[in-house]
Nanobody, 126 residues
Framework: QVQLVESGGGLVQAGGSLRLSCAASGRFFSTYAMGWFRQAPGKEREFVAAISKSGSSTYYADSVKGRFTISRDNAKNTVYLRMNSLKPEDTAVYYC???????????????????WGQGTQVTVSS
């Protein structure tokens, strides 16, 4: 069982930056691929970024590519999402998630992720 706790959300002006953190409990963090997802009001939850268990591979949604960076520190059981050049359309609740199955490739589908945090609100004002 893995517990995930996100932090770092807040209110920022368009063009600004935020760094989200997701702290994981348990001894097996380094065996999980990790992902960030977001959900805006009235919309479905969508994929943002994912990182392999070692951190050597990453994948991004087209909407955030070049602006967001996912990283992880396995010694600290933490995954990060650095968000630059934020836009009002980035406003959403951001969730981190862990894929509890060992796979050969990073997955971007919500159904592949077994453990979820409670989310952190990011609001970008214009």
């Amino acid at each position: 069982q893995v517990q995930l706790v996100e932090s770092g959300g807040g209110l920022v002006q368009a063009g600004g930056s935020l760094r989200l953190s997701c702290a994981a409990s348990g001894r097996f963090f380094s065996t999980y691929a990790m992902g960030w997802f977001r959900q805006a009001p009235g919309k479905e939850r969508e994929f943002v970024a994912a990182i392999s268990k070692s951190g050597s591979s990453t994948y991004y949604a087209d909407s955030v590519k070049g602006r967001f960076t996912i990283s992880r520190d396995n010694a600290k059981n933490t995954v990060y999402l650095r968000m630059n050049s934020l836009k009002p359309e980035d406003t959403a609740v951001y969730y981190c998630a862990a894929d509890g199955v060992l796979r050969s490739k990073i997955q971007i589908g919500i159904s592949f992720y077994d453990y979820w945090g409670q989310g952190t609100q990011v609001t970008v004002s214009s």
